[in-house]
């Protein structure tokens, strides 16, 4: 065997495992992209019945007091994410929430009508 033969074998190995390693770490990584997108996408399309919630005035008044903070989706942005706060409040909580606000939240009881939170507390409360 040539002496220089030794060196350039180990070379060789060393640059097949890490081809290898590298090659494992991105099979490892690209599974864990698709359920989180999948689950939220399924989470949207049910929308409340709308017996019971006035959809179009709720989202009106939802536009023009509460998306800037709450974000266009209810994703959350300064305020928190509102798309599971029908389950995490009652109606009463919600409505408290909205009239007086508290941390860092302003309350709507003199900008919004009796109606108009109602509506909101209706609407925010069949998210779940
Ligand atoms: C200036 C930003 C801002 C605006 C505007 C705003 N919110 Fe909030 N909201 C917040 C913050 C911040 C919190 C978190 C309060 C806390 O942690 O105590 C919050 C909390 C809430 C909560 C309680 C959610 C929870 O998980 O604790 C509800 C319900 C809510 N807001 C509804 C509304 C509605 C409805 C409107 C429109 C009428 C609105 N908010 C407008 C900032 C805002």
Request: proline content about 7%; overall charge negative.
């Amino acid at each position: 065997m040539r002496k220089w033969l030794l060196p350039v074998l180990i070379t060789a190995c060393c640059a097949y495992a890490a081809v290898m390693m590298m090659v494992s770490l991105q099979q490892d990584e690209s599974p864990a992209e698709p359920p989180p997108s999948s689950s939220s996408a399924s989470a949207s399309p049910s929308a409340a019945p709308a017996t019971t919630v006035d959809e179009a005035a709720a989202t009106a008044i939802y536009k023009s007091s509460c998306l800037s903070c709450h974000g266009d989706q209810l994703q959350g942005q300064i305020g928190p994410n509102l798309t599971k706060v029908g389950s995490a409040m009652t109606a009463d909580q919600i409505r408290t929430q909205i009239e007086n606000g508290g941390g860092g939240m302003p309350g709507f009881k003199g900008t919004l009508t009796d109606d108009q939170v109602n509506t909101l507390t209706a609407w925010l409360s069949a998210k779940k």
